[in-house]
């Protein structure tokens, strides 16, 4: 099977800063694509940043030039540095991961458990 876990999210202050980690174990063949969605109360999941194996980057228009998001394809694992925190930051971060596993065909996305950023005004 494999797991995503997430570390470093927390409360902090407007003009703030926290640094996500997730980091993906498991019967892993290769990795495509991992990332970061949020989820905030009532609101759908939606995409903040996600970085390809190949290094390419996409982030939701609201966080460039705040957040960036990083891999360490040794370690299996991504970050998320926030900088200038906003209260509309406000939200639970998902860990993504769209990957190949050994003994299965195709490509298959996981999830992490989510982890709580709060920012206060």
């Known amino acids: 099977q494999v797991q995503l876990v997430e570390s470093g999210g927390g409360l902090v202050q407007a003009g703030g800063s926290l640094r996500l980690s997730c980091a993906a174990s498991g019967s892993i063949r290769s990795i495509i694509t991992m990332g970061w969605y949020r989820q905030a109360p009532g609101k759908q999941r939606d995409l903040v940043a996600t970085?390809?194996?190949?290094?390419?980057?996409n982030y939701v228009d609201s966080v460039k030039g705040r957040f960036t998001v990083s891999r360490d394809s040794a370690k299996n694992t991504v970050y998320l540095q926030m900088n200038s925190l906003k209260p509309e930051d406000t939200a639970v971060y998902y860990c993504y991961a769209l990957l190949s596993k050994f003994g299965s065909p195709g490509y298959q996305t996981f999830w992490g458990q989510g982890t709580q950023v709060t920012v206060s005004s």
């Open positions: 970085m390809t194996s190949g290094a390419n980057t």
